[in-house]
């Protein structure tokens, strides 16, 4: 394994879904490249490349070469030479991984420099929905959408997962989509409310449902628990906010995007200046003005960890319920652990709650995914590098292999498709035979960030705790995916003046956000706060968003 030198900058919590104010911001280094407009024959560019390839068929080139990927360091996972991930795909495929590494602190910021200067490596992964527009106009990635037919198992599985119309959903304003996304055969939230189980049953009855039933428990909750703050977020209220949102039909957090929502008269608005965010605002309002919820949590820096001050007042039983995902539930029930002590405490994931709107979640979601610098295009390995990143990215296999690692050397896989790791190797992170020596993930590279992409049920399941598999089932079964947001790709002008008007008014909503949660600014002034709003150019940014929203229902129906 080569790798080129780390880039001295440190972490920012990165947005999950959308095309976000900061995507807007780098279109203006995006266009700094340019396209060659040269005639790509990739048919001629086989050099490695497998005659016979297909889906559900092991890759490995005729001859090795080298793929360049850009890899973002997560402070608690640094990447070891000893890792043996590479060496196994290596030996698996014959395609030798070279990593440009990058901090997790200011990786998308970072990633958009590399890539306007030309220096990105080949594979530019964790990429999400979106985030491809600002670099379309410059030639900088390649238009992915023209050579998905060499993409066997990308295929297969975006047919047999259903996920063909999400696929349409990709395109930019030219018709072509820039980026392949992570492929999930379930979607469900990844991030929801982790709660002390057996607290919320013995204090309040039931696990709550609801925003309204939520509410009601946490005051039983501080009733018994006098110091304690029960709710918290831990993600500057990137979480709390995205997950929530869903109960009022609205966006927050995480989930805010481009801000656009379809209102009453089928344009497009902005969320912020609606009836629903509103309400959702004065809820957490109430929450915290009532001592429900832990302020610091909503503003506290978050360098990736998010929810670890949590897990501390957890263990402390001074919170009971939090932002989290199935691997912080883990976290806070280890915390718990050590102070309660184990088999004294129950902590699961449960289904975002249902608010005035009904019982919604998100969108049916793709997860990262990756784009390619468009000098790939060049090389007489574009074949050959499609047919692997197909393989990596989308083939049963090979996703089994970058979350287990050797199949019979670090797990075994039995008829009915259980999984288990053999004796001698541990999975930590996901509290599976913890201790036992050699941790697949931080030891050998195995279960990173590329395990995550794309996913079928049984493999979700596999490392996922029992909790967590109910969790699945409950999600599916009670909650309502959300229609999905209407594409409005934009022209290479329109995205500049989007990038200019966009960020000061995200500014502005965040900091009004917090303020009229905290109690810092009365809801008297919500009607001037929409006025700054407009002041800071909304209708022309709306006026954008609808124009390319038009343009794009006309171009595809």
């Given at each position: 394994m080569n790798t080129s030198r780390h880039f001295p900058f440190a972490p920012t919590r990165r947005s999950f879904v959308g095309l976000s104010a900061a995507a807007f911001a780098t279109v203006a280094l995006a266009a700094c490249g340019s396209d060659s407009g040269e005639e790509v024959d990739v048919e001629s560019q086989n050099v490695g490349a497998m005659d016979d390839y297909a889906a559900d068929t092991q890759f490995k080139a005729t001859e090795p070469i080298q793929?360049?990927?850009?890899?973002?360091?997560?402070?608690?996972?640094?990447?070891?030479?000893?890792?043996?991930?590479?060496?196994?795909i290596k030996e698996l495929t014959n395609v030798e991984i070279t990593l440009t590494h990058i901090?997790?602190?200011?990786?998308?910021?970072?990633?958009?420099?590399?890539?306007?200067?030309?220096?990105?490596?080949?594979?530019?992964?964790?990429?999400?929905?979106?985030?491809?527009?600002?670099?379309?106009?410059?030639?900088?990635?390649?238009?992915?959408?023209?050579?998905?037919?060499?993409?066997?198992?990308?295929?297969?599985?975006?047919?047999?997962?259903?996920?063909?119309d999400m696929i349409d959903n990709l395109k930019q304003e030219d018709g072509k989509y820039y980026m392949v996304p992570g492929l999930?055969?379930?979607?469900?939230?990844?991030?929801?409310?982790?709660?002390?189980?057996?607290?919320?049953?013995?204090?309040?009855?039931?696990?709550?449902?609801?925003?309204?039933?939520?509410?009601?428990?946490?005051?039983?909750?501080?009733?018994?628990?006098?110091?304690?703050?029960?709710?918290?977020?831990?993600?500057?209220?990137?979480?709390?906010?995205?997950?929530?949102?869903?109960?009022?039909?609205?966006?927050?957090?995480?989930?805010?995007?481009?801000?656009?929502?379809?209102?009453?008269?089928?344009?497009?608005?902005?969320?912020?200046?609606?009836?629903?965010?509103?309400?959702m605002i004065e809820l957490f309002r109430t929450l915290v003005e009532d001592g429900l919820l832990d302020r610091e949590s909503l503003t506290a820096s978050n360098d990736g960890s998010g929810a670890?001050?949590?897990?501390?007042?957890?263990?402390?039983?001074?919170?009971?319920?939090?932002?989290?995902?199935?691997?912080?539930?883990?976290?806070f029930s280890q915390a718990l652990n050590e102070t309660v002590g184990e088999g004294n405490h129950s902590v699961t994931l449960i289904p975002p709650?249902?608010?005035?709107?009904?019982?919604?979640?998100?969108?049916?979601?793709?997860?990262?995914?990756?784009?390619?610098?468009?000098?790939?295009?060049?090389?007489?390995?574009?074949?050959?590098?499609?047919?692997?990143l197909d393989w990596l990215y989308?083939?049963?296999?090979?996703?089994?292999?970058?979350?287990?690692?050797?199949?019979?050397?670090?797990?075994?896989?039995?008829?009915?498709?259980?999984?288990?790791?053999?004796?001698?190797?541990?999975?930590?992170?996901?509290?599976?035979?913890?201790?036992?020596g050699t941790d697949i993930n931080v030891d050998l590279g195995f279960s990173t960030f590329p395990a995550e992409s794309t996913e079928s049920r049984e493999l979700k399941e596999s490392y996922s705790t029992p909790e967590f598999v109910e969790y699945i089932d409950n999600v599916l079964s009670t909650r309502t995916p959300r229609d999905p947001y209407p594409p409005k790709p934009m022209d290479e002008t329109e995205l500049e003046q989007a990038s200019l008007l966009a960020t000061p008014i995200k500014d502005s909503v965040d900091t009004a956000t917090l303020q009229f949660i905290m109690g810092e600014r009365d809801m008297s002034e919500w009607d001037a706060f929409k006025g700054e709003l407009e002041a800071a150019g909304l209708p022309r940014y709306l006026e954008l968003l609808n124009k390319a929203r038009d343009r794009f229902v006309e171009a595809n129906g």
């Open positions: 793929v360049s990927m850009l890899w973002t360091d997560w402070p608690e996972v640094p990447v070891e030479d000893t890792w043996r991930l590479f060496d196994h901090p997790f602190s200011d990786a998308t910021e970072k990633r958009s420099l590399l890539i306007s200067a030309g220096d990105a490596p080949t594979l530019i992964p964790l990429v999400y929905t979106g985030e491809d527009a600002p670099f379309v106009s410059s030639g900088a990635v390649v238009p992915m959408s023209d050579y998905v037919d060499k993409m066997p198992n990308f295929q297969k599985y975006v047919e047999e997962w259903d996920l063909a999930q055969e379930v979607s469900v939230p990844v991030f929801s409310l982790v709660i002390r189980k057996d607290v919320f049953e013995e204090v309040t009855g039931a696990v709550p449902n609801t925003w309204d039933e939520l509410h009601e428990g946490l005051k039983l909750i501080k009733e018994k628990y006098p110091d304690s703050t029960p709710l918290a977020d831990g993600f500057e209220g990137g979480a709390l906010f995205n997950f929530a949102s869903h109960a009022w039909l609205t966006k927050g957090g995480w989930g805010f995007g481009d801000g656009s929502i379809e209102g009453p008269d089928g344009k497009l608005t902005y969320v912020a200046i609606t009836d629903e965010y509103k309400t670890a001050s949590v897990a501390e007042k957890f263990a402390a039983e001074t919170c009971f319920a939090a932002s989290g995902s199935s691997g912080t539930a883990i976290e709650p249902a608010g005035p709107a009904g019982e919604h979640v998100e969108p049916r979601n793709f997860w990262h995914g990756f784009m390619l610098n468009s000098q790939i295009t060049k090389s007489e390995h574009f074949l050959a590098t499609l047919q692997f989308y083939n049963p296999d090979a996703r089994e292999m970058l979350r287990w690692g050797e199949k019979d050397v670090n797990y075994t896989k039995a008829e009915d498709g259980a999984i288990e790791l053999m004796d001698g190797f541990s999975l930590d992170s996901f509290n599976i035979n913890t201790g036992a």
